[in-house]
């Protein structure tokens, strides 16, 4: 509810007298029009948000209720008082001027507040605050969702620069919340330059709903990744498309030999690593050609593989993931310049979501990656839809960390935006 100092605040700013008593009651408007609105919104609100407080110290309802409702009806003032003045004031201005206006109030400071009085709520009540984050129901009643509703009572009466304005608030609202997310998200997985470069975008996590801790990560693109290349079964089937894992692994090779001066001190190494890449090409596909399934399987796995050398200790580690990552690359142009019209839109999709399970592969804890497995083991590991061995690497506690606040509020801040008036 609103506190003194904001009943205050409001009273001298907008003409409102406290004759003596317990109530608070509106001084009659110099302006009927646009006070008398302001009379009608603040004596209503501040009575149910007395009311809510008034039950809560009756034990007719919860400390918690009472929170939500009083929150509510202080945060719903502000957006009358808003809705009202530009009403009032800005009839004839542009809409585009009038959402500026709006995108202003929705940060102004008794929003802010407002959500101030959450965080005194929630170190006096802080199980029953756990319990709201805990179920999600923080989303909507926190007062940063409230500064949407700017202008919303002018839009319901169908004034449509009003409607405007409400809308553009919850935009905006929106898009802070869920870019917040971003942010956290971004800060748990922690692309590297390699990623971004594999085609990695943070708001594909939230595009697939991936988003959560490392390993959850992990497991959500694992699945979905696999229902995808059970769409592309199927939109195969009978379909005659090969690639030849032996031409892509000579066009890696060769573009391994290219760079020798960038991996002084590697060489050795990455020649140790293509005699090994290629007994696995052999050993996958001993005529070289595979169909697009089994190529789709052959990148997931190299480009697991690359993913899972990172940053570990053993003497080959960096060459086996330069090795895999340029393999991953070849194979990844082939593919798309293979697969016919009827299954782009689904290797568009695959080629979004191999970059996000990689990233999150990359860091997590070297020894919750175990040893470093061949492109068989990595191919089997990845492929199989809900593979039990899949999941051992996602059930360690240590990298299980804020991913899920990042989620949460991406997920807040999209609502937002739906939830136009």
Request: net charge positive; no cysteine; hydrophobic share 40%.
């Amino acid at each position: 509810m609103l506190t003194r100092d904001q009943v205050e605040k409001y009273r001298l700013e907008f003409g409102i007298t406290t004759p003596t008593g317990s109530s608070l009651t509106p001084a009659e408007p110099e302006q009927p029009g646009f006070f008398s609105r302001i009379k009608e919104a603040f004596v209503s609100r501040n009575k149910k948000a007395i009311d809510a407080r008034d039950k809560a110290e009756r034990g007719e309802q919860n400390r918690v209720s009472s929170f939500i409702q009083g929150a509510g009806q202080g945060a719903g003032f502000i957006g009358d008082v808003a809705a009202e003045a530009l009403k009032a004031v800005l009839p004839d201005v542009a809409e585009d001027k009038i959402a500026e206006l709006s995108t202003r109030l929705a940060q102004a400071k008794p929003v802010q507040e407002a959500m101030a009085s959450y965080e005194k709520f929630k170190t006096e009540h802080p199980e029953a605050a756990a319990n709201l984050e805990a179920t999600g129901l923080l989303a909507s009643i926190f007062p940063v969702a409230k500064a949407g509703q700017v202008g919303t009572k002018v839009a319901a009466q169908g004034a449509k620069k009003a409607g405007a304005v409400a809308r553009e608030g919850v935009d905006i609202t929106g898009r802070g919340v869920e870019k917040t997310g971003q942010k956290i998200q971004q800060t748990v997985i922690r692309p590297s330059q390699r990623d971004i470069e594999d085609g990695f975008k943070i708001e594909n996590v939230a595009k697939y709903d991936l988003g959560g801790s490392l390993p959850q990560t992990v497991a959500k693109t694992h699945t979905k990744l696999n229902e995808l290349s059970q769409q592309l079964r199927e939109k195969l089937a009978g379909a005659e498309v090969a690639v030849d894992l032996n031409d892509v692994f000579a066009k890696t090779a060769a573009k391994l030999q290219e760079g020798k001066s960038k991996a002084f001190g590697d060489n050795s190494a990455i020649a140790r690593v293509l005699e090994s890449l290629k007994s696995e090409v052999d050993a996958v596909a001993p005529e070289g050609r595979v169909d697009l399934i089994e190529a789709t399987n052959v990148k997931r796995g190299a480009g697991n593989k690359g993913a899972w050398s990172y940053n570990r200790p053993e003497p080959d580690a960096s060459a086996i993931e330069r090795v895999y990552n340029e393999f991953y690359d070849v194979l990844k142009n082939e593919i798309e310049r293979t697969a016919p019209e009827g299954v782009k839109e689904i290797n568009k999709a695959l080629s979004e979501l191999i970059p996000i399970q990689n990233a999150a592969l990359r860091r997590l804890p070297v020894e919750q990656r175990n040893n470093v497995l061949s492109l068989t083991e990595s191919i089997g590991l990845f492929s199989t839809l809900f593979d039990p061995k899949a999941l051992l690497i996602v059930g360690a506690s240590k990298a299980a960390k804020s991913g899920r606040v990042g989620d949460l509020l991406v997920k807040t801040g999209r609502k937002l935006q739906k939830k136009k008036p």
